[in-house]
């Protein structure tokens, strides 16, 4: 039986990356730091573009969600990420040059663990209301379906 739940698992693959740039940061491993957060985004985007192409156009059309679980929540997350990762790369690569390096640090530590909290949110929003509800009204037949074109769209890549 397909299970649009399983696509879940991606979630900490993400989250392991994300671990493996900070533990980066913290041995002042600036060029380590900054690849690995290059490929912890290159999955991130992936995985948010099947949401957003594939689950989250069934889910706003088919899904009775509540206000919680609404749409532009998901889409309004995902923006935030976006942008947040674009200041990551950019702190990442100025780092070498800071004159005030362990300020600096501490800084990023800082706005990424905020950025973490938002993650973890989004996350268990996806686990409350997007997984389970497409799990529980779309057929065996439609979840296939939904998983092939994912698998499709990750082929590209
Ligand atoms: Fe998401
Ligand atoms: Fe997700």
Not at 24 to 31: C, G, T
């Amino acid at each position: 039986m397909a299970v649009i739940t399983d696509l879940m698992k991606v979630h900490k693959v993400i989250d392991e990356l994300f671990f493996e740039h900070q533990r980066a940061l913290l041995h002042f491993d600036f060029e380590k730091a900054l690849r690995i957060l290059i490929a912890y985004e290159s999955t991130l985007l992936n995985h948010m573009a099947d949401e957003e192409s594939i689950l989250l156009p069934v889910y706003e059309e088919r899904a009775d969600f509540p206000a919680a679980g609404s749409p532009k929540l998901f889409y309004d997350d995902h923006a935030k990420m976006r942008s947040y990762i674009e200041l990551f790369k950019q702190k990442t690569s100025e780092m070498p040059a800071e004159s005030e390096l362990d300020r600096v640090l501490l800084q990023l530590l800082d706005r990424e663990a905020f950025y973490l909290r938002l993650c973890s949110h989004h996350d268990r929003r996806e686990a409350d209301f997007l997984y389970p509800m497409l799990d529980g009204l779309l057929s065996d037949k439609e979840k296939h379906e939904m998983l092939d074109r994912v698998r499709l769209r990750g082929g590209k890549h």
